[in-house]
């Protein structure tokens, strides 16, 4: 009798463990279960966090390429600009106002002068008055024509431009130079009247003028020789 319910006790207690047992297996089961489906959230909040990163990196990118281009555009404005606007710059000592293509075209056909490439000034600066009919650096550009000329010994081509140069800008700063060129390809032609008139002139209307002195110089000479 007691060997019988020494067993009953056993049993009962074997299934009571065995409960326990099944009971935690399905603990874990659905612990697992749950962590596995966390973890496939978790995966796809990853995913759809990179995809924004992504997303966000592509939008970056289009707004930088964006601001490359409205950069380029302003530079490009600007340069624009700088080629329209006049700006001031010095001459012979006083502020004129042109842009900076005209500037360019003048410097440059007085760059060939320097370098003695004479008949290529006169034809750069015929082509500059062409397209600066209304240039400040005019009365220059015909000085620079006529200094070409005359290193050229075209003495009939110089006296026909300081002539002009000084009766059309008397105001200029290469008036007073105009004249003694003027003079100088007079005598060179061996017209010495006429030197002297153009000396007197200058001395005229520029007596102030360094080149005053040596007209006062040149005269005393021409008259010395009678």
């Known amino acids: 009798m007691r060997q019988t319910i020494l067993a009953l006790a056993l049993a009962v207690?074997?299934?009571q463990a065995g409960s326990a047992w099944a009971f935690a297996d399905d603990e874990a089961r659905t612990a697992i279960l749950e962590l596995r489906e966390q973890l496939k959230a978790s995966q796809r909040a990853q995913v759809d966090l990179m995809g924004q990163?992504?997303?966000l990196r592509a939008e970056n990118r289009r707004l930088n390429g964006e601001m490359e281009e409205l950069t380029r555009q302003v530079q490009t404005l600007d340069k624009r600009l700088v080629e329209i606007e006049?700006?001031?710059?010095?001459?012979?000592?006083?502020?004129i106002t042109?842009?900076?293509?005209?500037?360019r075209e003048f410097d440059k056909a007085v760059g060939l002068f320097r370098n003695r490439d004479f008949r290529g000034c006169i034809q750069a600066l015929n082509t500059f008055k062409k397209?600066?009919?209304k240039s400040a650096y005019t009365a220059d550009a015909d000085y620079w024509r006529a200094s070409s000329y005359y290193a050229l010994e075209d003495y009939k081509?110089?006296?026909?431009?300081?002539?002009?140069l000084y009766r059309t800008y008397?105001?200029?700063?290469?008036?007073?130079?105009?004249l003694l060129m003027k003079s100088s390809s007079e005598l060179s032609n061996g017209d010495v009247q006429a030197a002297k008139n153009s000396l007197n002139q200058l001395l005229k209307r520029y007596p102030k003028s360094d080149e005053a002195k040596t007209a006062k110089d040149r005269l005393a000479q021409i008259n010395k020789l009678g």
Do not use: F, H, Y
């Open 13 to 15: 207690v074997g299934l």
């Open 157 to 164: 081509s110089v006296i026909q431009i300081t002539n002009n």
């Open 131 to 133: 397209n600066w009919p």
């Open 53 to 55: 990163v992504e997303s």
């Open 170 to 178: 008397p105001k200029s700063d290469k008036a007073p130079e105009a």
């Open 98 to 103: 042109v842009k900076p293509a005209e500037r």
């Open 86 to 95: 006049p700006a001031q710059v010095e001459l012979n000592g006083r502020l």
